[in-house]
Structures are given as C-alpha cells and as structure tokens.
C-alpha cells in the first residue's frame, strides 16, 4: 500500500518563475493537507482540501499561491512568481475519513530552492 | 499563526536513559498527536490521543492526554541512536486544522 507520494522531492528554481508541487494521497483517503516548514522550525498549516474542494485555506499566503484537488490526479500546490522567502520544504499529507480523520499520513516533502 | 510550545527544545541524552517531553497550548484542544521526523522526511504518526487523560502506549513510547485538554507528554523509555530526530506535538480542536508544536531535538548518544 503507498503511502502519500509527493513530487518533485527537490525543485531549483529562479526569483519570478512558477513552482508546481505535485502531491497523490493515500488509497482510500480523501483529504489532502500542504503544510510548510522553512529550517529549523515546525510544520506550518497552509490549505486542506477535498476532491474539487477547497475546505480551509486559511494559512494560504493571499497572493501568488494557489491549490488544487482535481476529480482526477493528483494535488497541485502552486507557486507563480516564487521570490527567495519561499525556499521551503513543502509536505502533504492525507487523511482517512470518519473519526480518524485527525491522523495526518505525510509525504517526504518537496524542497524547493529559490536563487 | 497559531503555534503549541514544546519543552524542551532540544535534548542530549545517553543511550539507555528515558526521555520526557511536553507541549501547552493556552487553548484547548479535542485530539492530540505525536509525531517524529527523521532528516530529509516527512513526519511519522507515533500515537494518537483523543479522550482526556487518555494515556497510550506505542513499544518505547508512551504519551498521555492531559487532564486541562491545554497539554500533552511523551516518554520514551530505554532510549536507542535511533531515537534521534525532531519529535513534534500537534493538536486539534473540533475539526479545525491540525497545528503543529515547535518541535523537541532528540540526540542520542552511545
């Protein structure tokens, strides 16, 4: 059984261009997590999602992110414009439905470096 | 954002010792969760609390929910070089979004 698989595991790229971050949940599970940890410090909420849902965003800069959970494929996390603040590890995660929603199953993460 | 503190922020043990280590939050929360993170990964689920003063255990580890909902302890016994890594509280109120401690570092050493 796979776990949450994410790619790219680490992503270069140059102040202004596009980043997209692509994430696939675990069979079975329904919700979709992305949370950002810059170095040295904890997992930061950025948006929860269902299949064609947004549920919570709220930890989602206002400008330049976006995401989405398509009927079909995986997750898209994605960054126009990246500047160098935005050099992080990006982790998604999944989750069961019901009661163990809670439980959080995360991805290796995807590094992406901002020159 | 919103942020649970861990305590301590970092721990240099010998192997064999046991270890202990806390989170607070000044809000309450309905589940608590214990996590560890290896270098280069994702965090790993360890244990899941969800009842005030739930105590559960997991091999070595051990968390319990506290009594106030506002804290959370982990203890890990007999400690191993594999212990090492970041080892992360988060918690959830109703069915808001899970946030995540500052995060305890764990070095063992033989």
């Known amino acids: 059984n796979a776990g949450v698989m994410q790619n790219p595991r680490h992503l270069v790229r140059r102040r202004g261009q596009e980043a997209r971050l692509r994430c696939s949940p675990m069979k079975g599970h329904s919700h979709v997590y992305w949370y950002r940890q810059l170095p040295e410090e904890g997992l930061k909420f950025m948006v929860y999602?269902?299949?064609?849902?947004?549920?919570?965003e709220s930890g989602m800069p206002k400008e330049r992110f976006s995401a989405e959970f398509p009927k079909e494929g995986p997750s898209i996390l994605r960054i126009q414009q990246v500047v160098r603040g935005d050099s992080a590890a990006y982790f998604c995660a999944s989750s069961p439905p019901g009661y163990r929603a809670v439980e959080l199953f995360f991805g290796e993460g995807s590094r992406l470096t901002v020159l | 954002g919103q942020q649970l503190n861990q305590s301590p922020q970092s721990m240099f043990i010998q192997e064999g010792e046991d270890v202990s280590m806390n989170c607070t939050s000044s809000?309450?929360?309905?589940?608590w969760l214990w996590y560890k993170q290896d270098p280069g990964e994702g965090p790993v689920l360890l244990i899941a609390?969800?009842?005030?003063?739930e105590l559960t255990s997991n091999g070595r580890l051990t968390a319990q929910f506290g009594i106030t909902r506002k804290d959370s302890f982990l203890n890990i016994s007999a400690s191993i070089p594999s212990d090492v890594g970041i080892y992360f509280c988060a918690g959830q109120y109703n069915t808001d979004k899970l946030i995540f401690g500052t995060g305890t570092r764990l070095q063992v050493f033989p």
């Open positions: 809000s309450i929360f309905n589940t």
């Open positions: 609390l969800y009842k005030a003063g």
């Open positions: 999602l269902q299949k064609e849902n947004i549920i919570d």
